[in-house]
């Protein structure tokens, strides 16, 4: 079964860090780019970062680029993003996704508050 | 970036009936490739989002065969044939022909 599992999410102050990680089961991760995507009550579905399936090449969007960054580790079948300088309004659900959208992990929850 | 724009947002229906929602992008979503990326999605409530339809009209493996997508260029619709009570949930269609990857706003479809 193919499945993406999100962990790293918590509750930070802005300013702070947090490294999310997305185990990947089910498939060969090297195979596939990969999306971070958010959702927000307020601003709903956002795409965060892209990142190629032998990490040569990431794209971000404009309002996380500089503070987050996707990588993987294909050995481990992992997908990471790092994220610091943390923003109230990064507070979000994170998805983990392959690409193309079939599959979605569970999700794994951000909140930037003081 | 490209702006989704979905309609309605709002969508009660019947139980039996059908249902469409319309998704509009401000610019061509034909790639270079000749393909065109747009996707659809499903999502209940407390559950994460599922693809429902890829390149505009591809059904999912274990998408009932009542949701349909069609569409071209700028303008693309999500029909559901006769609308069941597990149909209850947020739709959201999506481009992912240009970065950054854009959604539409979402069309909450509930049960008269």
């Known amino acids: 079964e193919v499945q993406l599992v999100e962990s790293g999410g918590g509750l930070v102050q802005p300013g702070g860090s947090l490294r999310l990680s997305c185990a990947a089961s089910g498939f060969t991760l090297s195979n596939y780019w990969m999306w971070w995507l958010r959702q927000t009550p307020g601003k709903g579905l956002e795409w965060v970062a892209?990142?190629?399936?032998?990490?040569?090449?990431?794209l971000y969007v404009d309002s996380v680029r500089g503070r987050f960054t996707i990588s993987r580790d294909n050995g481990k079948n992992s997908l990471y993003l790092q994220m610091n300088s943390l923003r109230p309004e990064d507070t979000a659900m994170y998805y983990c996704?392959?690409?193309?959208?079939?599959?979605w992990g569970q999700g794994t929850l951000v909140t930037v508050s003081s | 970036d490209v702006v989704m724009t979905q309609s309605p947002l709002s969508l009660p229906v019947t139980l039996g009936q059908p249902a469409s929602v319309s998704c509009r992008s401000s610019?061509?979503?034909?790639?270079?490739?000749?393909?065109?990326?747009l996707n659809w999605f499903q999502q209940r409530p407390g559950q994460s989002p599922r693809r429902l339809i890829y390149?505009?009209?591809n059904r999912d493996s274990g998408v009932p065969d009542r949701f349909s997508g069609s569409g071209s260029g700028t303008d693309f619709t999500l029909k559901i044939s006769r609308v069941e009570a597990e149909d209850v949930g947020i739709y959201y269609c999506?481009?992912?022909?240009?970065?950054?990857?854009?959604f539409g706003q979402g069309t909450k479809l509930e049960i008269k």
């Open positions: 996704v392959k690409d193309g959208g079939l599959t």
């Open positions: 390149k505009v009209s």
């Open positions: 892209n990142i190629k399936p032998d990490g040569s090449k990431t």
């Open positions: 610019q061509s979503l034909v790639h270079n490739d000749g393909n065109t990326y």
């Open positions: 999506m481009q992912h022909t240009h970065w950054p990857h854009t």
